[in-house]
Nanobody, 122 residues
Framework: QVQLVESGGGLVQPGGSLRLSCAASEFTLDAYAIGWFRQAAGKEREGVSCITSGGSTFYTDSVKGRFTVSSDNAKNTVYLQMNSLKPEDTGVYYC????????????????WGQGTQVTVSS
């Protein structure tokens, strides 16, 4: 069974950093794009970033310059480095696998992890 597992979330002060991991099992990342989405309490799921199997990256405007997505195909893992965190970044972060990248909708994502909580608070 295909499985994605997020890790690395936690509580951090504004301006701090976290690195999230998305580990894939039962398949490799060679032919998949991995997207990161987040969902704050009571809010809609929001696209954050995406990386293609070829290494192209995309970001939503609110995180550009602060977040960096990368992949390590040998480890079947995608990372989301989050710097200069703001309270508005708080939410549950999910990774999903798709044939094509999208940070604006999630209809093309075939698999999802269970999420990891990120809380940015002083």
């Amino acid at each position: 069974q295909v499985q994605l597992v997020e890790s690395g979330g936690g509580l951090v002060q504004p301006g701090g950093s976290l690195r999230l991991s998305c580990a894939a099992s039962e398949f490799t990342l060679d032919a998949y794009a991995i997207g990161w989405f987040r969902q704050a309490a009571g809010k809609e799921r929001e696209g954050v970033s995406c990386i293609t199997s070829g290494g192209s990256t995309f970001y939503t405007d609110s995180v550009k310059g602060r977040f960096t997505v990368s992949s390590d195909n040998a480890k079947n893992t995608v990372y989301l480095q989050m710097n200069s965190l703001k309270p508005e970044d708080t939410g549950v972060y999910y990774c999903g696998a798709a044939l094509f990248c999208s940070t604006k909708d999630y209809s093309g994502y075939d698999y999802w992890g269970q999420g990891t909580q990120v809380t940015v608070s002083s």
